[in-house]
């Protein structure tokens, strides 16, 4: 850590709150704490771990060959009320098997690489999240997973650098449609919005009509708000196909909720 203790057993016994890192076994919160490595990972598991933020957070990794927070496990991120963690990173921001959030802040910036990466699924059920690429060179996305997104609570911001040619990133990038079922979810890419088509429960068209895509690459925003249910917003949107592109939108919202 750049400043501040990591919790000791023994401490913890007569100085409960004199902590800014603590391990648990299976829990590593993180209370108000700035971590900064010249090389090598900022934060690394080798197993399943959940990392619990509290108060204001700071990581900052230099390394354009590893990620800052790396799991090789199942990674779950919680926060309590005012959590969160910034992560500005040259490499990938986070980098794990799987990554699942429920509440907190996150906050994951590449300069070089993608924002968050993971080789299975992400799930978002709540919390803010926002995965950031501003690379401008390669592939590079804000947020990318060789599995699935499924988002149904919370706030997901997904970008990528602003420049339009072949080797533009997306916003979001998945190995299938992301499934969006609640919540608020942001993409904007220099080359798309979307790798893929995002999909919602029930396949009508929020705004009553098909939203079809107009020329090869429209560069255009998209706002999609949800029609109420009873008490419930749930998004369902439908994209007509245009060639091979059903949906190239540079800057594209769909929202769970109203505001």
Same mark, same amino acid.
């Given at each position: 850590?750049?400043?501040? *203790? ?8 007569? /100085? ?15 209370? !108000?704490? /700035? ?5 090598? $990972? ?6 399943? &771990? /959940? ?6 957070? *700071? ?104 420049? &339009?040619?072949? /080797?533009?990133? &997306? ?27 995002? +999909? ?9 009509? *098909? ?7 429209? !560069?255009?925003? +998209? ?17 007509? $196909? ?12 769909? &929202?769970?909720?109203?505001?």
């Amino acid at each position: 850590t750049t400043n501040g *203790t990591v919790s000791d057993p023994e401490m913890l016994d007569t /100085e409960p709150d004199n902590w800014n890192i603590k391990w648990d076994g299976r829990t590593l919160s993180l209370k !108000d704490t /700035e971590i900064t490595v010249a090389s090598g $990972k900022a934060i690394y598991s080798d197993a399943r &771990c /959940e990392l619990h933020l509290i108060g204001e957070n *700071t990581v900052i990794d230099n390394d354009t060959a590893s990620a800052a927070l790396l799991w090789d496990g199942p990674l779950t991120i919680t926060g309590e009320v005012g959590g969160y963690v910034r992560i500005n990173a040259v490499g990938k921001g986070i980098s794990g098997s799987t990554l699942s959030i429920s509440s907190g802040t996150v906050y994951s910036k590449s300069t070089a690489d993608n924002g968050i990466y993971t080789s299975g699924d992400i799930t978002i059920t709540g919390g803010i999240v926002t995965g950031l690429s501003t690379a401008t060179t390669g592939n590079h996305s804000g947020i990318k997973t060789d599995g699935g997104l499924s988002v149904s609570g919370g706030t997901v911001v997904a970008r990528s650098a602003h420049y &339009c040619n072949s /080797e533009s990133g &997306c916003g979001a990038e998945t190995a299938s449609a992301p499934v969006i079922t609640g919540g608020a979810v942001y993409a904007e890419g220099g080359n798309k919005a979307f790798s893929a088509v995002p +999909v919602g429960g029930t396949g009508a068209a929020l705004s009553g009509e *098909t939203i079809n895509s107009s020329g090869s690459k429209p !560069d255009k925003s +998209v706002v999609i708000m949800t029609k109420k249910d009873g008490t419930t917003y749930t998004p369902t949107v439908t994209f007509a $196909k245009y060639d091979s592109w059903p949906a190239f939108y540079s800057h594209l919202w769909i &929202c769970g909720f109203p505001f």
